[in-house]
């Protein structure tokens, strides 16, 4: 048999609950080391990324420099002036070291320095990526956070009327929304509003801001932008509409059949009270991470949308970069969406932490 | 009672049986040193309140898990001394059931293919014929009649005590000598609880299967495993043990009497009888992660000794019992022990010699009936200690 | 910028045009040959001029900044205009001048005609510029002219840098041109203003409009009639857009058929065509296909296409041309050379290529044509990703061969460095550029298809064309590398005589298959803000490398309505 | 005592299943309540034990739905209301004030993303006509109330249901179900989930509870013995109906019904001699395919071609008042035996009783 | 006895509504809005699979019918080239249609495989796969795809398919691994691993039958999201221009301006719509299945 263990503080007071032996000293220790582990990992998955993004960059076939030959030929420079010229603007040496190169790359990774643009080289590349990210982040943004208010709202009234026209209704168009690529409902929406009916000013939109905007903190600047993003917003915003929408009747419905809704009717509380605090909270929950994934997965996707829309986001400038060649910025580029969307789906998990307070003690599993 | 003197080796034997677990918060000894024996056509039940560690032992015993120390044998052999063929023959021989007759059974196959899988593996049948005939006998073994009704059912066409049959059916496919229940019978209705205890029975007495019963249901325990043993589990250690008609019917430490007095008894009489009864000093079960030190039951314990309980942890001792012999607690022992300070101290105090059983404190509350008084059988021990195993009304 | 409003006498009005120019990765540092705001664009001609404009009619130089230019033998001399002033007020002087062709020189790419040859740049005073060459040539000035005119006041450092490596014998490659190049590229000069001496300067720089106004001071700023000049960003979606709605009144924008059909009912509209010096071809690759010499196989193919239909679709209607002679000459410098000489026309006719086959030996069978070895003709053309033209080419030329019975299929390579593959020989049949689009001198046209894409050497076959022996039937064998020399140094009459020559051995030879030339077509919408939109007598020029509309707004010869 | 202060009519609910299915879940229930009584409603799984208690008061969920009858409560200002013909914020009102209900599995019973006092303090809240709660008058009242079950408010109040053990949740929503001192307590299986002992501690204060607040109880349970340690009157339900309505000592020592009668010879005494139990033959009836007559006949012992064919209602077998009658659903009741007797001066007691009433 | 035995060996063994099969088709049927979904999607099938084989293939450019309207004779106009827009659209469908398929198979296939041993074995091979599929979630799709389109250059429809494939299955990977997980450790595996019936068995018979449905509804939504992919590699100009096929429709349709153009509106919405029936079915269908498949719904 073994050793006894140290006894205990004396402590045998009538119903001591057990959280109450951990104290909040011990609940704080290991928080702060989930916490810990989160981020480590998050640096490593990050590091990953990085690497392999180097890699395919490394590895792809292509040469930067011929290029932008290419382009400057076609624009009317003779082929081995255009050579020249690229050469003369790209410092790219394709036969360098593979290792030299990625542990310069990591080191630039660590001091926050991944060089300049091959194409710009007056542009650091993480200038160059912020000069398009930020508009690709407003439009992903609104966008997710008009389906989170639409989504949500539609979804948990949907799930309230379970079984109803308006649920079938909405169902229908939750599973359209999100079935069909993003693309090609915005495309349909160009030209049935332009083409066909002429009420939508596409071309007046495209773009990011208008001529003689000046960027600032003022309405006019603002509400152009917006003008300008409103269909990159629609876009992002029609698969998280219908994927928040579904999930959130889903989650509604699961949390609708949960006792303590029936006992807060029973308890005869106001409807309102229960639909926020009781179903609105809880079925919420669930919708967080999605948000996060749904941010990743739209500005990845931006791709395509901001080539429809003629958008000039982080998407046509990765395509653009691709196509180039312009390593460093793909890298970048790649670097800060990776970065971005861990960091989100780390915020989401402490934010969750903080709204579910299930998690802080028993769901460390992660 | 078939008595006695068999000198074959137990069916199954666990020796120290510790099952640690690491978890976030520490590690958890779920199980701390359990010996036990089931013999063959023997009841062994084990019972306790949620989380003292009688489904970690089952795990164990069954070779699902392999504890952190202590051993696993059967028929003597030890599992980790197993090849692969005693192994086999050892899973074979020994079958769990397990209990949630919903989630047990597969619910894509029919009834014949769950019946049928582990006899086609095992080669115990040579064709599908043979596998669904043995499948057919299988069921009327288990008195699910007529089989062929059963056969090519999905278990959601069946209803709980049929599919827990099912269960049983299956395990039987094995010819297993050895069955564990875990609360096999515990998500069943009474009615069926009982028709599924009796054909449990059956098996047991012709078919001559041990049983390693698991529950919390004191009056499960007793009803199947009369002819048997309990051990009385709380918090990973066995604090009782001994035969079923004594343990129940004269309960010795604090916790087995606590346990048998909170059951309700479908007598409103009695119930009414016995509503003031004594309560524990607690009614939360301590954490395991943070055991109380001595006497992991003395937070809670009515009998509570400062300076006794909270000091040592108690070993299980044996204290006789009437009609078994109280000396040599080699393999062959019989009588009854207990893992309490308070009843180790009053045996050797006021009976040196070997004398009568006696009490403290109170014992087990809410046995007294209206009336019963009368049948106090010893006056110089406590007004409370009344009937043994006298029967207020019977068959 | 503080503006003065209207600049020229008389100047009003406005004068809109659309280019696509994209300021977040624009730059100001016109050091640079890539990459600054709108110099490549033809409006460049309105705010950052260069010496002289070429005619390309008369191949006359049209004065700019210079006020006249002189080749005699070796020695070019530019006199230039005096009281230009820069934006930052400093005179345009000939420090200027020099310092820009000494950048151009030394970033310029090795066997650049033109380049190569110039030797030095001397600024004799404020105004005048001597220009050395090693040898003389026909269009050797055109360089050192056409160069974009940079401030000695902000790119000096370089300039003489430059000036300094260039006379110590450096070319581009070298290190000491890297380590400038590497210098100069990464500079934006974002945050300054860009200097510039020409009739505008940048009022406002937007994302989407860049407007122009007036700069006193500047080259023909006293001329022009415009006061302000806006710059609408847009590609070909939004420059059609733009044209529907009449915003804009001048277009460079290559439209295809169903852009030019969106656009043809808007009010005041005109189409300005221009046959272009160039077109598209095929390449067959000679190495890897012994039967392409036989130049019976190559006129077959020829008599295969009907060039209409692959232009049509590929450019659609009126986007391309059908040469008028099959001399490997774009129909302006073709112009009175071939009036003496019965060249051989290849319309389709399918019978006539059957003929051609079957002489050199080729079988038709069920599963197609054989070659005169027996073995199933089996070809693959390839296009450029990306590069539509080509592409709508390749497909309709090898429809219209599947057609006849030949198995040629079509693909795509990737637009990472189709010079390579070209250069390589790593193809059966390629889609490739004809003539030349850079230059009105014949010379070029000729490089283009004997020697472009076909090295020869071991490691860069290319096509795998004989130049130095030419079998021809009515002249011999031929030796082309010698005539070209000749099409390019010669007298005059050494010239045309050469270029007769070398057109007659490519009817007869077909050294690449001409399927057809571009017509450059721009639009302009008149009455809206402009009188009339015409090149007047600049109508040769090529909209691109001397645009004739901004040489009429400098010379004032377009006006506000 | 004349006036039941909840009576059910012809009760039936039913569930939807399907566009045009439905299941009924009971039907035709008639019960009465007597203020002060405690009744046990008690039945195998899924004779619809829960599915009435969410019925009485219409708390039933999206699919369930009250097919016919009345439901009338005698309100604290003594008049009567059809909960059926409550409007919807009169509903509201009613519920927890006037009859509360504590639920199967009251491990999830509270919202887990909010502290317990915060439970309170909605309820208190809601139905406050008019009266502002503080925080600082939550906290008393809540703690007053835990105090009554026996928790620590200092400690409970602060935390979030998942930081509570099963019975410290069990007594909290009892806690919770008494604030605002209803009438009727309606109990679905409070302690099923929970440990013997702390189930026994659960029964206990349940007893103190009534005896200081006197509501009246309808306590679900499928476990005899607790009903038999807390009801006045046990309701047998079998197959959505009530087959047996008794006295407790009625239903233990004398069952009338070969279902009560076999459910009470199935359990297990856990005290005195180990009888040999028999369980009823069979299994009971899906909800779907329910046999004609009584529903219990396929496994009746003295089913006849009359249990097959008709419909049986409950029969009242005593003279005794209203609130304390035995009535049962049987042709063959007199036939009916329970196989272990009750003791004989038991017996006599409770034919004594009869006699009496 | 024997006869109750004789007669039980003698009933047969499945009944058809209860065979996987069974059960697929009863969902796709029983739902009515499933059941259109599903007659969608075999519609579409047929058109681009079975039309090509009824129109006439022969399709020749002609440049006098340059966007014609549509006719008799061409039902929706004709394209750029004069060709009949019709003939391109029956074309069209099936590239996609089976690229996309194929991408899913083996979307899912990989991540069946994967996620099963993850979930199965758990230890150090999950903690890789774990890791792995992190970082695939991480790294925007498209641009995965991209540099692989990049690099390999001419890819045949057959390497899109493994590119698309090889880039969806981290997704399904997680469900199926934690499916895995909760089943792995749900009791009748548990017996099935205490009748020692073996690793291989016990994950493919006992344990992936009970994911089927789930499996198959996401094959449907697999197939959606590949040619979400692929179609977009095709809009986006990166893959080469041979066979016709809906992406590359919209392709010309941007890149070329036709949808400025009311003229070319039938070459720029035909394909659309396509899509878009051909998604709505594949969801419609997804979700009738799901309904008839999923235990937790089925069994309520
Ligand atoms: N895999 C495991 N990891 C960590 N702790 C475990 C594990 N399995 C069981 N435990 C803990 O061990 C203790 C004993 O659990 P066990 O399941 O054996 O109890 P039990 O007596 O069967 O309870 P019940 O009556 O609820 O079934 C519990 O506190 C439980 O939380
Ligand atoms: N939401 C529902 N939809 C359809 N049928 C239901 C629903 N809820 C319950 N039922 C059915 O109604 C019947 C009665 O269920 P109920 O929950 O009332 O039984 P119970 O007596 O409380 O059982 P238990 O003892 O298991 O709690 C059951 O047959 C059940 O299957
Ligand atoms: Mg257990
Ligand atoms: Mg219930
Ligand atoms: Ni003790």
């Known amino acids: 048999m073994s050793a006894p263990p140290a006894p205990p503080p004396q402590q045998h007071a009538a119903d001591a609950p057990p959280a109450e032996r951990t104290g909040p000293g011990l609940v704080r220790r290991v928080w702060a080391s989930y916490a810990f582990r989160r981020i480590r990992q998050s640096v490593f998955v990050i590091w990953l990324v990085a690497t392999i993004t180097f890699l395919l960059m490394h590895f792809m076939p292509g040469d930067p420099i011929q290029i932008m030959a290419g382009r400057l030929n076609s624009s009317g420079m003779s082929h081995e002036q255009a050579v020249a010229t690229a050469t003369n603007i790209i410092s790219y040496d394709p036969n360098a070291n593979v290792w030299v190169q990625y542990l310069d790359f990591l080191k630039g990774l660590v001091t926050f320095d991944l060089g300049n643009s091959l194409t710009n080289p007056s542009k650091t590349v993480f200038e160059h990526v912020m000069e398009y990210l930020p508009w690709t982040l407003f439009a992903v943004g609104a966008g997710v956070a008009l389906a989170i208010v639409i989504g949500l709202t539609v979804g948990m009234a949907a799930a309230y009327r379970r079984g109803s026209a308006f649920d079938h209704a909405m169902t229908s168009i939750g599973s359209f929304l999100t079935g069909v690529p993003n693309y090609i409902l915005i495309a349909a929406v160009i030209v049935v509003g332009y083409t066909m009916l002429g009420v939508l000013p596409f071309l007046d939109m495209r773009g990011r801001i208008t001529a003689g905007v000046e960027p600032g903190f003022n309405l006019v600047f603002f509400g152009d932008a917006i003008f300008h993003a409103i269909l990159p917003i629609i876009a992002f915003a029609f698969t998280a509409t219908g994927s928040f929408m579904l999930n959130m009747k889903a989650a509604t419905t699961e949390v609708l059949t949960e006792d303590y809704v029936t006992v807060a009717q029973a308890r005869g509380l106001k409807a309102g009270r229960i639909s926020r605090g009781y179903v609105g909270r809880n079925a919420m929950l669930p919708i967080i991470p999605q948000i996060a994934l749904q941010l990743g997965t739209l500005v990845g996707g931006s791709i395509v949308i901001e080539q429809i829309l003629q958008y000039p986001g982080a998407g046509q400038m990765l395509m653009q970069a691709i196509s180039n060649r312009d390593y460093p910025v793909v890298q970048a580029a790649v670097i800060i969406l990776a970065t971005s969307v861990v960091i989100a789906s780390l915020i989401v998990d402490l934010f969750l932490v903080r709204v579910d307070p299930r998690i802080k003690t028993e769901g460390q599993e992660a | ?395 | 910028q503080a503006d003065s409003g209207d600049g020229g006498d008389g100047a009003s009005g406005k004068f809109v045009y659309v280019y696509p120019f994209d300021i977040s990765v624009e730059h100001y540092n016109a050091a640079l040959n890539t990459g600054v705001l709108l110099t490549a664009a033809p409006v460049a001609e309105l705010f950052i001029p260069r010496c002289a404009i070429l005619n390309w009619e008369t191949h006359e130089w049209v004065p700019q900044l210079a006020e006249s230019v002189t080749l005699d033998g070796t020695t070019l001399t530019i006199k230039l205009r005096s009281g230009i002033k820069w934006t930052d007020d400093a005179d345009v002087t000939a420090k200027d001048v020099v310092g820009t062709i000494y950048l151009q020189k030394l970033n310029a790419a090795q066997g650049t005609i033109g380049w190569d040859q110039l030797v030095s740049a001397t600024a004799d005073d404020d105004t005048t510029v001597t220009v050395t060459y090693s040898e003389a040539f026909t269009g050797v000035e055109h360089g050192a002219l056409k160069a974009q005119v940079l401030p000695y006041a902000r790119y000096g450092a370089w300039m003489d840098e430059a000036q300094g490596l260039v006379e110590a014998g450096e070319v581009q490659g070298g290190p000491g041109q890297v380590t400038l190049a590497e210098k100069i590229a990464a500079e934006d000069f974002l945050d300054e203003d860009f200097i510039t001496c020409g009739a505008y300067k940048f009022d406002q720089i937007g994302e989407t409009v860049i407007t122009m106004s007036v700069h006193e001071g500047g080259l023909f700023a006293d001329q022009v009639k415009f006061s302000t000049i806006e710059v609408q960003k847009g590609d070909n979606a939004a420059s059609v857009q733009l044209l529907l709605s009449s915003a804009v009144d001048y277009s460079t924008q290559v439209l295809g058929a169903t852009d030019r059909s969106t656009i043809a009912g808007v009010e005041g509209l005109k189409e300005l065509s221009t046959p272009g010096y160039d077109g598209i071809g095929l390449m067959l690759n000679q190495d890897r296909f012994p039967e392409f010499a036989d130049t019976n196989v190559r006129k077959a193919f020829m008599y295969v296409f009907d060039t209409e239909v692959i232009g049509e679709i590929a450019k659609g209607a009126g986007g391309y041309y059908v040469p008028a002679t099959y001399t490997g000459l774009p129909d302006p410098h073709a112009e009175g050379l071939f009036d003496d000489v019965e060249l051989e026309f290849y319309a389709t006719d399918h019978a006539k290529a059957t003929s051609l086959l079957e002489e050199a030996g080729w079988a038709k069978e069920s599963d197609g044509w054989h070659k005169p070895d027996g073995d199933l003709a089996e070809y693959t053309i390839i296009g450029v990703e990306g590069w539509t033209d080509f592409a709508l080419s390749g497909e309709q030329a090898a429809g219209q061969l599947t057609e006849f019975g030949l198995n040629v299929t079509y693909e795509n390579v990737p637009a990472d460095n189709p010079w390579g593959i070209w250069g390589a020989g790593d193809f059966d049949i390629a889609v490739r550029q004809w003539a030349n689009p850079f230059v009105p001198y014949v010379y070029g046209s000729w490089q283009m298809t004997w020697f472009t894409d076909n090295s020869q050497t071991a490691d860069a076959m290319g096509m795998g064309l004989p130049t130095g022996a030419v079998e021809t039937t009515s002249l011999g064998t031929v030796n082309v590398d010698d005539l070209y020399l000749q099409s390019q140094k010669g007298t005059e009459e050494e010239q045309a005589e050469a270029n007769k020559t070398l057109g007659i051995v490519f009817n007869e030879t077909l050294p690449r298959l001409p399927l057809f030339l571009n017509q450059r077509v721009s639009y302009a919408v008149e009455g809206e803000r402009v009188n009339t939109i015409d090149p007047g007598s600049y109508e040769l020029n090529d909209i691109y490398f001397d645009n004739p509309i901004m040489v009429r707004i400098l010379e004032g010869g377009i006006e506000p309505v | 005592m004349t006036d039941p202060i909840l009576s059910v009519r012809d009760l039936s609910i039913a569930y939807r299943t399907g566009r045009k299915e439905s299941v009924t879940a009971v039907s035709g229930v008639d019960l009465d309540l007597y203020e002060g009584q405690s009744l046990a409603l008690v039945g195998e799984s899924g004779c619809g034990k829960t599915t009435l208690g969410l019925g009485l008061l219409r708390l039933l969920p999206g699919l369930g739905e009250i097919t016919s009858g009345s439901l009338t409560y005698r309100l604290k200002d003594g008049s009567r209301a059809d909960l059926l013909k409550m409007k919807k914020e009169q509903l509201r009102r009613f519920r927890w004030s006037e009859a509360a209900m504590v639920f199967q599995g009251a491990m999830n019973a509270f919202n887990p993303v909010i502290r317990i006092v915060d439970h309170f303090a909605d309820t208190l809240r809601d139905h406050s006509d008019g009266k502002r709660w503080t925080k600082a008058a939550v906290e008393a009242r809540a703690g007053e109330l835990l105090e009554t079950v026996r928790l620590d408010p200092d400690r409970v109040l602060q935390s979030y249901p998942h930081e509570l053990s099963g019975g410290m949740k069990q007594r909290a929503l009892i806690a919770l179900a008494i604030a605002l001192d209803p009438q009727v307590l309606v109990l679905d299986e409070p302690t099923t989930a929970l440990d013997l002992l702390t189930q026994r501690s659960i029964v206990q204060q349940l007893h103190e509870l009534r005896k200081k607040f006197g509501f009246t109880m309808v306590f679900i349970t499928h476990d005899l013995g607790l009903a038999a340690e807390l009801a006045d009157r046990v309701a047998t339900m079998y197959a959505g109906r009530v087959i047996e309505t008794g006295s407790a000592r009625d239903i233990f020592y004398g069952p009338r019904h070969p279902y009560t009668a076999g459910l009470i010879n199935a359990v297990m005494p856990v005290k005195g001699e180990r009888p040999v139990l028999e369980s009823i033959p069979g299994y009971p009836p899906s909800l779907k395919a329910m046999p004609d007559g009584c529903a219990f006949n396929p496994r009746c012992a003295f089913a006849t071609d009359e249990c097959k064919r008709d419909r049986v209602n409950l029969e009242l077998l005593t003279d005794r008042p209203l609130a304390m009658h035995h009535s049962v659903a049987c042709l063959h009741h007199d036939r009916v035996r329970l196989q272990r007797t009750a003791p004989e001066q038991l017996a006599s007691v409770a034919e004594s009783e009869n006699a009496n009433a | 006895m024997t006869t109750t035995l004789d007669a039980a060996i003698a009933k047969p063994r499945k009944q058809f509504g209860e065979t996987f099969l069974g059960r697929l088709w009863t969902g796709l049927t029983r739902s009515s809005a499933g059941f259109a979904g599903t007659l969608l999607v075999l519609a579409i099938v047929l058109f681009s699979f079975v039309g090509p084989l009824l129109v006439d293939q022969d399709n020749p450019t002609d440049t006098t019918q340059i966007w014609t309207e549509p006719s008799a004779e061409h039902w929706l106009g004709t394209q750029y080239e004069g060709k009949d827009t019709f003939t391109i659209l029956v074309n069209s469908g099936a590239q996609p249609i089976w690229v996309g398929t194929l991408a899913a198979l083996m979307a899912v296939f990989i991540a069946v495989a994967l996620g099963s041993i993850a979930g199965y074995f758990r230890g150090r091979v999950d903690a890789v796969l774990l890791q792995l599929t992190d970082v695939t979630v991480t790294i925007p799709q498209f641009l995965l795809m991209l540099a692989v389109v990049a690099f390999f250059e001419d890819i045949p429809p057959w390497g899109i398919s493994i590119v698309v494939g090889s880039t969806m299955w981290a997704f399904l990977f997680r469900s199926i691994r934690a499916q895995v997980m909760s089943l792995k450790e749900r009791e009748f595996v548990e017996a099935a691993r205490l009748q020692n019936l073996g690793p291989a068995r016990i994950v493919f018979r006992e344990i992936l039958p009970n994911m089927a449905g789930f499996i198959f509804v996401n094959f449907v939504i697999s197939v959606n999201q590949a040619i979400y992919a692929i179609v977009g590699l095709y809009v986006l100009g990166l893959m080469p221009s041979g066979t016709p096929n809906w992406g590359l429709m919209i392709h010309q349709s941007w890149g070329q301006n036709f949808y400025l153009n009311p003229i070319a509106l039938p070459f720029v919405v035909a394909p659309l719509i396509m899509i878009v029936l051909f998604t709505i079915g594949l969801v419609t269908m997804g979700r009738g299945l799901d309904q008839a498949l999923n235990p937790r719904l089925r069994e309520r």
Not at chain 2, 50 to 68: E, H, L, W, Y
Request: with cysteine; net charge neutral; hydrophobic share 35%.
């Open chain 2, 1 to 395: 009672m078939p008595e006695t003197a068999k000198t074959a080796a137990p069916l199954l034997r666990l020796r120290g049986l510790e099952q640690v677990f690491d978890t976030k918060k520490g590690p958890v000894a779920a199980v701390g040193g359990v010996d036990l024996e089931v013999k063959a056509g023997k009841v062994l039940c084990l019972v306790g309140e949620s989380g003292c560690g009688k489904t970690t032992t089952a795990r164990a015993a069954a070779g699902i898990t392999r504890p952190t120390a202590g051993a696993v044998e059967f028929r003597g052999r030890p599992l980790t001394d197993m090849n692969s063929g005693e192994k086999s023959a050892y899973r074979r021989a020994v079958q769990y059931i397990h209990q949630d007759p919903y989630a047990a059974l597969n619910p894509t196959r029919t009834v014949a293919s769950t019946l049928t899988a582990g006899l086609k593996r095992h080669g115990l049948v040579k064709n599908r014929t043979e596998a669904r005939a043995k499948a057919a006998e299988l069921l009327q073994l288990v008195e699910l009649t007529p089989p062929e009704s059963y056969l090519d059912s999905y278990p959601h066409q069946l209803s709980g005590g049929q599919r827990q049959r099912v269960n049983v059916a299956r395990s039987l496919a094995m010819n297993p000598e050895l069955l564990i229940c875990d609360e096999s019978t515990s998500m069943l209705d009474v009615s069926i609880r009982v028709s599924l205890l009796n054909t449990l029975g059956r098996l047991r007495d012709d078919l001559d299967v041990g049983f390693l019963f698991i529950t919390h249901d004191l009056a499960v325990a007793k009803y199947f495993a009369w002819d048997g043993e309990i051990a009385v589990m709380y918090l990973g250690k066995v604090v009782e043990h001994g035969p079923t008609p004594e343990v129940i019917g004269n309960p010795q430490h604090p916790y087995t009497k606590a346990l048998i007095g909170a059951v309700c008894e479908p007598d409103p009489d009695l119930a009414k009888a016995n509503r003031s009864a004594d309560q524990l000093r607690s009614a939360e079960i301590p954490s395991l992660t943070d055991l109380p030190a001595g006497c992991a039951f003395h937070p809670r314990c009515p009998a509570f000794e400062p300076g006794l309980c909270d000091a040592a942890r108690p070993a299980l001792v044996d204290t006789g019992g009437p009609g078994l012999p109280t000396a040599g607690a080699g393999p062959e022992r019989r009588g009854r022990s207990v893992s309490c300070h308070v009843v180790a101290r009053d045996i050797t105090r006021t009976r040196p010699s070997g004398g009568d059983r006696t009490l403290t404190f109170d014992a087990v509350p809410g046995s007294r009936r209206p009336g019963a008084e009368a049948s106090a059988d010893d006056p110089t021990t406590s007004p409370a200690e009344s009937e043994s195993s006298g029967a207020a009304w019977s068959a």
